[in-house]
């Protein structure tokens, strides 16, 4: 079992930059697959970012891609969200998630087994 713990979203101005965290228990985090997701009011969960468990590949949608970066420490069972240059239309309740024994990237969301609560990224024009 995994428990993810997000943080690091709030309010910030268009072209702003916030770093959003992922706290995971549990100590096999180094073998989990970690993908963020977002949520905008009335609209789908969509991916934003994909990273394996080592750390080696990661992958973006194309909307934040040049904009945000997916890191990982194992060290500190913790994924983190750069995001710069953000925009009005990257307000969303963001998600951390969790794939179990997946070796690459992961970018459909019933591909994860553990969801986090989400925290709320909110970007004024």
């Known amino acids: 079992q995994v428990q993810l713990v997000e943080s690091g979203g709030g309010l910030v101005q268009a072209g702003g930059s916030l770093r959003l965290s992922c706290a995971a228990s549990g100590r096999t985090f180094s073998s989990y697959a970690m993908g963020w997701f977002r949520q905008a009011p009335g609209k789908e969960r969509e991916f934003v970012s994909a990273?394996?468990?080592?750390?080696?590949?990661?992958y973006y949608a194309d909307s934040v891609k040049g904009r945000f970066t997916i890191s990982r420490d194992n060290a500190k069972n913790t994924v983190y969200l750069q995001m710069n240059s953000l925009k009005p239309e990257d307000t969303a309740l963001y998600y951390c998630?969790?794939?179990?024994?997946?070796?690459?990237?992961?970018?459909?969301?019933?591909?994860?087994?553990?969801w986090g609560q989400g925290t709320q990224v909110t970007v004024s024009s």
């Open positions: 998630a969790a794939a179990s024994s997946y070796v690459g990237v992961a970018t459909i969301p019933h591909e994860y087994d553990y």
């Open positions: 990273i394996s468990w080592s750390g080696v590949i990661t």
